[in-house]
């Protein structure tokens, strides 16, 4: 079935680093590939997507760039704020019947100043 | 801005007893999730639903059922709770090929 695949359980940085969390997918179709993002207390929030080959999605300094030759949709920042702490999930979403949303395991981005 | 509302927000529950978690929407999205949410393996989908009377089985559906009797409306069951079934769990609405959005989460223990 569809999966998705997060290596990195935790990223420590400093402000002002360059961030790569690391996404990966399995699908037997074409699916959509997004970011969200989630704070303490709340549910998970849309960061962006993207829906087809070499597409890039893009929101608050975040971006990633569909890539369905290495089945992949990386996370990357520029430079990172003390703000942008959180967890971080990439997800596919693939007809199977209706509409499946499948999520990775989330990256926890730590942020010091 | 889309609104998806679950109650209750917590809940205690005795270990054989019945629950029942419930999840309205006012999007008037098609599809419906229910997910749970455990450190170490992020969000696991249970069971979808893409309309009014229709029920789909996520990736870990063994111990829970679901319920989509409305547009509005879509509940998760557990019949016989188990302790293992303690967790965050996530409703989530939206329409296909589109993001989804989240409720705040019910916190279910299982005792």
């Known amino acids: 079935g569809d999966s998705v695949t997060q290596t990195e359980g935790q990223v420590a940085l400093s402000e002002e680093d360059f961030l790569t969390i690391h996404c990966n997918y399995s699908a037997s179709g074409y699916p959509a590939l997004f970011w969200y993002v989630q704070y303490p207390g709340e549910g998970p929030q849309f960061l962006f997507r993207a829906s087809r080959d070499k597409e890039k999605g893009s929101s608050r300094g975040f971006e990633a760039t569909y890539d369905k030759g290495t089945t992949s949709f990386h996370l990357r920042k520029a430079s990172v704020q003390e703000s942008d702490s959180a967890v971080y999930y990439c997800a596919l979403g693939d007809r199977d019947g209706g509409y499946k949303v499948v999520f990775g395991s989330g990256t926890r981005l730590l942020v010091s100043p | 801005e889309a609104a998806v509302t679950q109650s209750p927000r917590n809940k205690v529950a005795v270990t054989g007893g019945k629950v029942t978690l419930s999840c309205n929407q006012t999007n008037n999205h098609n599809n419906m999730y229910w997910y749970r949410q455990d450190t170490g393996h992020g969000l696991r989908l249970i069971h979808y639903s893409y309309g009014a009377g229709s029920t789909e089985k996520g990736d870990i559906p063994d111990g829970y059922k679901a319920s989509r009797p409305s547009q509005e409306n879509f509940s998760l069951i557990l019949e016989l709770a188990t302790p293992s079934q303690t967790s965050v769990y996530f409703c989530?609405?939206?329409?296909?090929?589109?993001?989804?959005?989240f409720g705040k989460g019910t916190r279910l223990t299982v005792v």
């Open positions: 989530a609405s939206g329409n296909s090929n589109t993001e989804v959005f």
